[in-house]
């Protein structure tokens, strides 16, 4: 099999957007089918990509090696990685983490849905990764009226590449995201195609009042969502979120803390206590539960132990908070029906009782999901708020 037969890509291509279709929930707009006809996503991705297998761990698939693999990534609904590791791919594959990638295609269209573009408006992207969605953006709107940004110059690179051989040519600039791009502000969109913690305020002031800025979400308790934001004429930003997408965190937002190297010291000493919060109610419960709490509980983050070590602990919930300063532990005994479990505290925080905190405060308020919550963005920094912008608290 050749990747080039026309009839071949026409045919990949119509069954890409009827999976997208069935994502949707109705048919690819005709403006959005022709930019995808026009830009087969093939075209956009490097002769070497990685892709999941059954066990999540990414393997390397060459085109020359297995074109049919390769091509069926290309129009799969699948996220397809084109980087590991900011361009230094490990000798072992199971620490390869994903650094660039062509995004899941449903959640392409549904992003460029939920811009809500006319003829003439200027867009903003930040991440061009392979340059495919800028394609898309420059066959709608025309290639002067959209910019991109992709702070890894090697794919920017390939971005421009792979713009060029399909025919289009938006400003592709190398740099950072964060700080947009005001050579060509206004904007009447800015779209973010990696997640961010804070949304930079560049963003804002860059763009039109009135304007819309759409950006993967990443609080960090659960990495995941969408959010939506309207301009004010007054410099700040508002809207809402979905809960329902992940993408990679922008570079420079970067945690990078791993638990026992940066966070919990031999020397510590934690405070003991108990509680009757069931560890799995906080961090094993459905996405929306969970997307309200790391809502309410800003800078805090988990990970799980399934295997302590400790004679009676079958499983130990861990906390910290995102400058590694305070940690907190909770320990499961295997045992369901217990109503209390061991706690242990360190640092200036004491990060259980504000887990705790977000719990009642989510029963309190009627178990709110993600169409309840949202941020609001000044030149100050990010609010989070409950219902409405007035019900706020910083969010860093
Ligand atoms: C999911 S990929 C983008 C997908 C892309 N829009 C496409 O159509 O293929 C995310 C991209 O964001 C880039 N990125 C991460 N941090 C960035 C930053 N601070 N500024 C600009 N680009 C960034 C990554 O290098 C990566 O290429």
Known sequence: MTTHQPGLEQSAVDGLLQTVSQYLGHDVAPEWRGAAEAAPRHRFLPDRVWLSGDDEVLAACDRECE??????AAYSDVPVVTQVNDGQEPADLSEALPSSSASVPSIVFRMLELLDLAPGMRVLEIGAGTGYNAALLSHRLGDVNVTTIEIDPAVAELARDALKATG???????????????????????????????????????????????????????????????????????????????????????????????????????????????????????????????????DLWYAWDHDPGVEGVDTRLWVATADGGSWAAVDWDG??????????????????????????????????????????????????????????????
Do not use: K
Request: include cysteine; glycine fraction near 10%; charged fraction near 20%.
């Open 67 to 72: 074109p049919e693999r390769w091509f069926a």
């Open 168 to 298: 289009y040519s938006p400003t592709v600039v190398c740099g950072d995201g964060a700080l947009g791009w005001g050579a060509q502000a206004p904007y009447d969109r800015v779209v973010a195609t990696c997640a961010v913690r804070r949304v930079p305020y560049a963003w804002v002031e860059q763009s039109r009042p009135g304007g819309v800025i759409l950006t993967p979400w990443c609080d960090d308790w659960t990495h995941c969502g969408l959010l939506r934001l309207t301009v004010n004429d007054d410099g700040t930003a508002t809207g809402r979120y979905s809960a329902d997408s992940a993408f990679m965190l922008m570079r420079t937002q970067r945690l990078g803390l791993r638990l026992f190297r940066d966070v919990v010291m031999d020397d510590h000493v934690p405070a003991e206590s108990t509680t009757a919060l069931d560890p799995w109610t906080v961090a094993d419960s459905p996405i929306e539960t969970q997307f309200a709490l790391g809502h309410r509980l800003g």
């Open 335 to 396: 045992n369901d029906s217990a109503d209390h479990y061991t706690v242990w505290q360190h640092g200036p925080r004491r990060l259980w009782a504000e887990v705790e905190a977000a719990h009642r405060w989510w029963l309190d308020n009627g178990r709110p999901g993600p169409d309840r919550l949202g941020l609001t963005v000044t030149p100050e920094g990010q609010w989070a708020w409950l219902d409405d912008p007035s019900n706020s608290w910083s969010s860093g």
